[in-house]
Every structure is written in C-alpha cells, then in structure tokens.
C-alpha cells in the first residue's frame, strides 16, 4: 500500500505565498520523477511541475519564475513553493509520483487526494 498525502493548502491574497507539502509513504522500493499537477473548475487537470530524483526540474510557462519544486528523497516528499500567486493559480493541487514498489514490480503512478489553494482577496 503506497499514500500520497498532501498538505499546506489554503485560502491566500493575490501576491501571497503557499508551501505545499506531500509525503509518499509505504512499501516503497525508489521513486523518480515527483510532480505537482493542478486542476482548476471546468478545467482539465494541468502539470504544474515536475522533478527527478536528481533534482532536475520542469515548470509550466504560467508559473515559471514564481512557483519552485524541491524534494527531500531521506523523506520521501516533495515540495511546492508557490509566490507571487494570482487568482488564476486558483485550483486543486495534486501531488504525482512514479515509483516502484519492490524490484520485482513495474514502475507505477500515484497520486494524492488533492488540496484546495484559493487566491482571492
């Protein structure tokens, strides 16, 4: 049984700033890539960020230069910084991780419950 769970979400003013947080626990043999994906009202869900387990980094256009991912592989978590935020970051955030549960399995998808981030004033 692997989790995702999330934390840090919350009601914030435009220009404010959030820390998402969410640990991976469980039979875990090693996990990859880490990801924040998001998903707005009416809207399909949307990659926010990823990163590897080396620490290389990939962000959406719409939140380069204000959101940062960080993980901490001794904790199996991964990290949203979110600055600067605006309105329209307005959604539910998920956390995504690719890992393997033992070494006799296939690498898999997992994904936490999600957390409401509301930006309005």
């Known amino acids: 049984q692997v989790q995702l769970v999330e934390s840090g979400g919350g009601l914030v003013q435009p220009g404010g700033s959030l820390r998402l947080s969410c640990a991976a626990s469980?039979?875990?043999?090693?996990?990859?890539?880490m990801g924040w994906y998001r998903q707005a009202p009416g809207k399909q869900r949307e990659l926010v960020a990823t990163i590897t387990s080396g620490g290389s980094t990939n962000y959406a256009d719409s939140v380069k230069g204000r959101f940062t991912i960080s993980r901490d592989n001794t904790k199996n978590t991964v990290y949203l910084q979110m600055n600067s935020l605006k309105p329209e970051d307005t959604a539910v955030y998920y956390c995504n991780a690719d890992l393997q549960r033992n070494i006799m399995t296939a690498r898999h998808d997992y994904w936490g419950q999600g957390t409401q981030v509301t930006v309005s004033s």
């Open positions: 469980g039979s875990i043999f090693s996990i990859y890539a």
